[in-house]
């Protein structure tokens, strides 16, 4: 069973118990690393909005435009 879970920790002796875990080989710490090609597009995205604000969409008409092409 391979279930992904992103905690907080809250607490140094936790940390000591996940770092045990992970030693056990009982746990996998996962890299939350954004792929390059996501930053350069959220850069080019940003400098367009710059360049040109009036394009921006808000979320509500961004979802409503959504739920109208469905």
């Given amino acids: ?3 992904v879970f992103h905690l ?3 607490k140094d002796y936790a940390e ?3 770092i045990d875990l992970q ?3 009982a746990v996998e710490l996962l890299s939350d690393d954004i792929p ?3 930053v350069d597009l959220v850069k080019e995205r940003m400098e367009e909005y710059k360049r ?6 808000d979320f ?3 979802i409503d ?3 109208k092409e469905l």
């Avoid at 040109?52 to 969409?57: E, H, M, S």
């Fill in 60 to 62: 509500d008409s961004a």
């Fill in 23 to 25: 030693k056990m080989d």
């Fill in 16 to 18: 000591a118990i996940i």
């Fill in 65 to 67: 435009d959504i739920e």
């Fill in 36 to 38: 390059g090609w996501q």
């Fill in 52 to 57: 040109n604000p009036i394009v921006l969409q």
């Fill in 1 to 3: 069973m391979q279930e």
């Fill in 8 to 10: 907080r920790v809250k």
